[in-house]
C-alpha cells in the first residue's frame, strides 16, 4: 500500500491543496478514491487469509460441529489414508465462496483515469 500511495501524481495533491483541502480532506478525496484498486486486493488478500485459516480454528473449536471449512477438508487425509476424491471435492467446494467474492470485487481492480 505504501508503493501505491507513493506511485500516485502528486499534481493530484497539490491541485487539491491549492483549492484550499486539508491534508485530511486530500487523503480522502484525491488518493484513496485512486488507491481502490489497491484496496481492493488487500481486502481480497485478507479474506483469503481469514478464510483459509486452519491451525487457529484447530485449537479454538471445542467439536467437530464447529470445525471451519479448511479443517474439514483436512479431515479427508488421514495418517494412514487419503479419501483424494472426497477431499478434493471438498476443496473446489471451499474454493466457491473465495472465487464469488473475486467476481465481485473484479470490477474494483480495473480502474479508469
Not at 508503493?3 to 487539491?16: G, K, N, T, V, W
Not at 484496496?39 to 486452519?54: E, G, P, S, Y
Not at 479443517?71 to 473446489?92: E, I, K, L, R
Amino acid at each position: 500500500m505504501r508503493q501505491y500511495f507513493r506511485s500516485l501524481p502528486r499534481d493530484m495533491e497539490d491541485a487539491a491543496r491549492l483549492d484550499g483541502a486539508s491534508e485530511w480532506q486530500v487523503f480522502t478525496r484525491v488518493a484513496l478514491p485512486l488507491a481502490r484498486p489497491a484496496l481492493a486486493t488487500v481486502a481480497l488478500f485478507a479474506f483469503i487469509d481469514a478464510w483459509k485459516a486452519l491451525l487457529w480454528p484447530l485449537i479454538i473449536a471445542c467439536s467437530p460441529d464447529l470445525r471451519v471449512v479448511e479443517a474439514g477438508v483436512a479431515s479427508f487425509h488421514g495418517m494412514y489414508y487419503a479419501n483424494w476424491p472426497w477431499q478434493m471435492a471438498a476443496a473446489v467446494a471451499a474454493l466457491v465462496p473465495v472465487l464469488v467474492v473475486f467476481l465481485v470485487a473484479q470490477k474494483a481492480f480495473l480502474r479508469e483515469l
